[in-house]
C-alpha cells in the first residue's frame, strides 16, 4: 500500500512509501496524523494551503461486513477544527484495491471543474465543465456513461461548487447510487475550492488488496459475521433502519421537534421506522427495507424509500433526516421528508445542517414551521446559490449569525443532530467535546442503560463512546460493526494479524480511539480552541426542554474531564 | 459619582455606590473591569446575560480640550471577545454632570422599542415604537422635539434593531448631530438586542461635575491647552481633519485600494484632505473644514461637509471612510463618500465595516468596483435588512464566509481600518494582536520615525502605542489629546489630582493602559481566544501589496511579545 499525493496545482501524482508513523493507522487515525504531520492548523480552509485527504479504514477493502467504510478529513471551513467525516459505499474498496493507503489532495486548480480519474495506469485529470451546477444524481449518470458502470465515485454537488459550508461528498452505494455521504463540516465546500467535481476511481485490473495470512482472515471473518448475524440489535437496523431510533428517541423526549423547542411529537407514528417499514413493504416495486450500503455488509441498515408507485424516492431514508428536515420543521410526512433527502443528496448538502439551519431561519421568520412549499423553495434557494440560500447552505450557525438568532442548535459551528443533549446528555458531552463539533457518531450513547437525564456519570459514558467511535473510524468500522466487535473483541486483533501480520494489545481498539482523538485535539489546539469551545449553546442550558422538562446541567469540570484517561 | 445601574427587563433604575477596585478607573479601563467582574466570557453577546457598560473617562465632564470621551463596553457580537468603542459629543459630560461614573445596562426587554431618560429625577423608560426603522438622523430630530434641544442621545439606528454586527452606537455632537459613533464591534446590536433605541440624558439643574481643587484644575487645563495649541500637529488636524491622512497613507502604499489589493491610487488628489479642505473653503455656506465635536476642543478636528449648495451632506467626513468607502470601493469623488457616509451614519453601522464588507462582496461578484450606484443599492439592503444586506450588514468577516471569499480584511472577526498593514507593520501589529480585534485606535503607528516596511522593532512600536492608547482611552482622552499630554507628561497627573486628589506616578498612563490591556485579555481568554487569533489573515503574508510589493512578515514570536513588559 502506497501514499498518492496529488498536487492539484501541477496536475501531478506522486506515489510514495507510507512514512514512519503512518504505517499502523488508517481511516480517521490517519487523516489526523496527516493533517497534523502536513497542514498549518491555523490556514484558510478553503485555501490552498487545505488539503484533502481520503483513508480506507485499517480495515477497508476485505469486503468484511461493516468494514468498508472511507474517511475524508481536511481542516473544516464550518468549525474552523480538524474534520472527518467517514461514509459507506464502494470508495473505500476501490482506493484499497489500487494499493492506495491514503490519497492526499494538495493545492488547487485555478480554473474550472475537473474529475481526478485514478486507476493501475496512476492519475489524470479530465475537464468537466460541463458539470458545472449540475446535480449529484444526474452527474453521477453521466460520469457512469463516460467512465463505466463498474467505477467508483466520490463526487460533489452543485453546494461544493459554491463552497457551501455544509457541502458533504457523495460516495456511490453497491448499486451506484451517490447516497453514501461523507456529510459534515463542509469537505464538498474543500473539495469544490479545490476545482474537483468528482474522483473517480476504476480499479479494474486489481487482483484485491494483500492479505498476510488468508485462512486466518477468513476465520476471524466468519466470527465477526456471526456475531453480527447473532446480535439481537441487527436484527432491528435490517428492519427498521437508523429510523428505529425515532420511537426510541421520541420515548426518551430528545426527538428534534419544532426547532429544537420539543421532544416529542404527537406524530411519532407518521414518522417512524416501524410506519416506514410497513409503507415500503406494502408498496413494493423497488421500495426495500432492507439494503446493504456497501457490497458484503450482512445488517443492511439502509433502505429504498419508494413512492406510492414503488419507484424510488430517495436511498436511503435516515433517522437523522427525519428528525432535522421532519420534526424539526413541523413536517410528518415521510414521502415529503424523502423528497427534501432527495433534493439535499442532489445539491450534496448535509442533511443535518440544513435541516437545523432551516430551523434557525423560521425562528428569524424567514419560514413558518410545517410550510412544505416554502422549504423546496427555499432548499432551491441554496441550489442556486442566492443570498438566502448562501446563508442557510453555510449552515445553522451562519443562520443564526446573519439574522441574530439565539437559539442555534450548533457546537464549534457545527448543527447537532437528531438527539436533543438535554434529555440525551451524554450524546450532549459528546457533541460539547468532540474535536469534530456536535456530532452523533462521535460518540452516540442512547443505548446506554442509563438515566439519559441525570447529569452524573454522562462524561464517562461519552469518553467511552468517544474513544470507541474514533477506534472504530480508525479500523474503517461502521457505528453497527460494534454490534460484532463489542461481542468478539479479539476479532480486531485476530483481522489485524491477518492482514498485516501485527501482534496487538486486547485493548488496540481504545488504543487507536485515544491516539486519534489526542491527535485531533493538538490540531484544535493549535487552531486556537480551548476549553471554552468545548460547551453546549448557553440557551440550553437553560431552556427546559417538553416534555422532560429538562436543561443540560452536565457540569463544567465534567465537560473539561472527558479527555483525562 | 455613582454606579447607575438599569435592569431592563424590570425597567428598573439601582443607584450604587462605586465597588472598591472600580473608583480609579474609568472609560475603557472601567467597562473592562465591570465585563471581568461581571459579565461570563463565554455568554451569548446578543442575550439578556450580556451587559453595556457606558463609562465617561477619568476625566470627561469638565470641558478640557478632547478629554469628554465616552467608552462604551459590552461583550462583541462582531468578534466574541471584549469590546470597548469610543466617542466623543456631549453624552459623557452630561453622564458625568448627572453624577453617573458609569452606567451598567443589565437584561433585556423583551416587547418594543424604548427610550431610557435620565435625569436627576432618576430613569424612566418611554416607549418609541413609532421609531422603529427610523433612520438616526430623523430619530434625533424627533427625540430633539420630545425632549427638548438641550439634552444629550446616545441611539441606533436601523442597523441596531436588526441586530447587525457592524451596528454602532452614536452620539449627539455639540450641535446635537448624531456624528460621533461609538461605531465598531457592532455595539448597536447590542443596544437593539435590549429593546433599546435610545438613551436621553437631561442634565439640567445639575451644577457639573465636582472638581476637589478648582485652582489647581484650572492651571493644569491651562498647560494643556497651550500644549495642544503649540503642537503642530494640532494644526494638520484642524485644517484637514483626519483626512490629513489620506496623502500620508497613499505616501507610505498603506491606502487601502480596489479591495485591499492595492497601497496607492493616482487619483490621490481627488480625495485628499487638502483637496476637501479647498472644497469646503470655496463651497461656504454651512461647509466648515474646523469645527469641534466635543464642547471645548481646541484642535477641532471635525468637519461639516457642505456640498455644492453650500448645505452639509455629512459632519465630519473622515479619512478611514474614505479610505474603506471611497478608494477601496474605487471611488473617488468626495461627494459620493459623503453621501455614503451620511447613509451609513442614518443606518447607524460602522463605516469601516461596511465598506470592508462591500470590498468583499465585491470579490464575490456582487457588485463591480466604483459601480456607485449598486453600493447605494446595496446599503439600501443593509438599511431594509434584505437577507443581502443582513450579510453585509453583519460585515466583513461574515461576508467573506457566506460568499466563500479567502481575502478578507479583518482580524478576530473585526475589519481593518484604512491603514493596510503590509505597508505599516507597526499597525498590522495591532491589528493582529489588539484585544480589540483589527482597531487603529488601539495603537496607531504611522507617525512614527520608522521604516515602516521593516518588520523588525514593529512590535515594540506597537505594544507603546496599545499601551498608551488603552491608557488614553480610559482617562477619556482623544488620540490626538496625544498630541498636548505627550509634551507636558505631567499633566495627567495634576490633574488626576486635582479633580479626585490623587496622587499619581509619572508614569500614570501607562499603568492605566497596561491594566485595561491585561483585563481585555483576560476577558478573551476566558472567552476562548489564544494566540492563534493573535495573527493577520494569511492572504496578507503572502499576497504583496503594490507599489510597495509588502507583505505582512512580522515574526510571530514578535506578535506574541506584544503583552510581555
Known amino acids: 500500500m502506497d501514499v498518492w499525493r496529488i498536487n492539484l496545482a501541477e496536475k501531478s501524482l506522486q506515489v510514495e512509501a507510507v512514512p514512519s508513523g503512518w504505517e499502523k493507522l488508517g481511516g480517521r487515525g490517519l487523516t489526523a496524523r496527516i493533517l497534523l504531520d502536513e497542514v498549518r492548523a491555523t490556514c484558510y480552509p478553503l485555501g490552498s494551503e487545505n488539503k484533502l485527504i481520503f483513508a480506507p479504514g485499517l480495515l477497508s477493502g476485505h469486503r468484511l461486513s461493516s468494514c468498508d467504510r472511507l474517511s475524508v478529513g481536511s481542516k473544516s471551513p464550518l468549525t474552523g477544527g480538524i474534520k472527518e467525516a467517514n461514509a459507506g459505499g464502494t470508495t473505500a474498496i476501490d482506493l484499497s484495491r489500487l494499493g492506495i493507503k491514503v490519497l492526499i489532495l494538495e493545492n488547487k486548480i485555478s480554473n474550472g471543474l475537473w474529475v481526478l480519474h485514478l486507476s493501475m495506469e496512476g492519475a489524470r485529470f479530465d475537464s468537466v465543465d460541463d458539470l458545472i451546477g449540475v446535480g449529484a444524481y444526474e452527474s453521477t449518470r453521466l460520469l457512469l456513461d463516460r467512465y463505466g458502470s463498474r467505477v467508483s465515485i466520490a463526487l460533489i454537488g452543485p453546494s461544493g461548487e459554491l463552497k457551501l459550508n455544509s457541502a458533504g461528498i457523495l460516495n456511490l452505494d453497491k448499486d451506484r447510487v451517490p447516497s453514501r455521504i461523507a456529510a459534515r463540516g463542509g469537505l464538498g465546500a474543500v473539495m469544490g475550492s479545490k476545482g474537483l467535481k468528482a474522483i473517480v ?125 421532519g420534526t424539526n420543521l413541523r413536517i410528518h410526512d415521510l414521502d415529503i421528508v424523502a423528497q ?199 440557551w440550553m442550558t437553560k431552556e427546559a426542554l417538553p416534555p422532560t422538562e429538562s436543561v443540560f446541567d452536565v457540569a463544567e469540570e465534567d465537560l473539561d474531564s472527558v479527555f483525562n484517561w
Open 201 to 325: 476511481i476504476d480499479a479494474s485490473g486489481t487482483t484485491g488488496p494483500s492479505l498476510l495470512y488468508p485462512e486466518e482472515f477468513r476465520q476471524a471473518k466468519q466470527i465477526l459475521t456471526n456475531a453480527l448475524l447473532d446480535h439481537p440489535q441487527s436484527m432491528t437496523y435490517r428492519d427498521f433502519g437508523t429510523a428505529a431510533m425515532a420511537q426510541l428517541c421520541n420515548r426518551l423526549g430528545g426527538l428534534p421537534t419544532d426547532g429544537f423547542s420539543k421532544g416529542s411529537t404527537s406524530q411519532i407514528e407518521e414518522i417512524s421506522g416501524e410506519h416506514m417499514r410497513e409503507l415500503m413493504l406494502e408498496r413494493g416495486g423497488e421500495s426495500n427495507p432492507t439494503h446493504a450500503c456497501m457490497p458484503g455488509c450482512v445488517i443492511r441498515c439502509s433502505n429504498i424509500y419508494g413512492g406510492k408507485d414503488g419507484r424510488p424516492i430517495v436511498a436511503p431514508l435516515e433517522y437523522e433526516t427525519i428528525g432535522l428536515l
Open 340 to 538: 427534501l433527502n432527495w433534493e439535499a443528496n442532489d445539491i450534496g448538502v448535509d442533511s443535518i445542517e440544513l435541516g437545523a439551519a432551516l430551523g434557525v431561519a423560521a425562528q428569524a421568520g424567514i419560514l413558518d414551521l410545517g410550510d412544505i412549499d416554502r422549504v423546496f423553495e427555499l432548499i432551491d434557494d441554496v441550489r442556486k446559490g442566492t443570498p438566502l440560500g448562501r446563508i442557510i447552505g453555510n449552515g445553522a450557525t451562519t443562520t443564526g449569525n446573519v439574522f441574530g438568532v439565539e437559539r442555534v442548535p450548533s457546537v464549534k459551528g457545527q448543527a447537532m443532530s437528531a438527539y436533543d443533549p438535554r434529555a440525551i446528555k451524554g450524546t450532549g458531552v459528546t457533541y460539547a467535546t468532540s474535536p469534530q463539533g456536535a456530532d452523533h457518531t462521535a460518540g452516540l450513547t442512547i443505548r446506554a442503560k442509563v438515566n439519559q437525564l441525570d447529569p452524573k456519570g454522562q462524561a464517562d459514558l461519552s469518553r467511552m463512546a468517544q474513544i470507541n467511535m474514533a477506534g472504530y473510524d480508525t479500523l474503517g468500522a461502521c457505528i453497527f460493526a460494534g454490534f460484532g466487535f463489542s461481542t468478539v473483541p479479539e476479532s480486531i486483533q485476530q483481522l489485524l494479524h491477518a492482514i498485516y501480520g501485527w501482534i496487538s494489545e486486547a485493548n488496540i481498539l481504545q488504543q487507536l480511539g485515544k491516539q486519534t482523538l489526542q491527535m485531533e485535539r493538538k490540531f484544535n489546539t493549535l487552531a486556537g480552541f480551548t476549553k471554552a469551545q468545548d460547551r453546549l449553546p448557553d
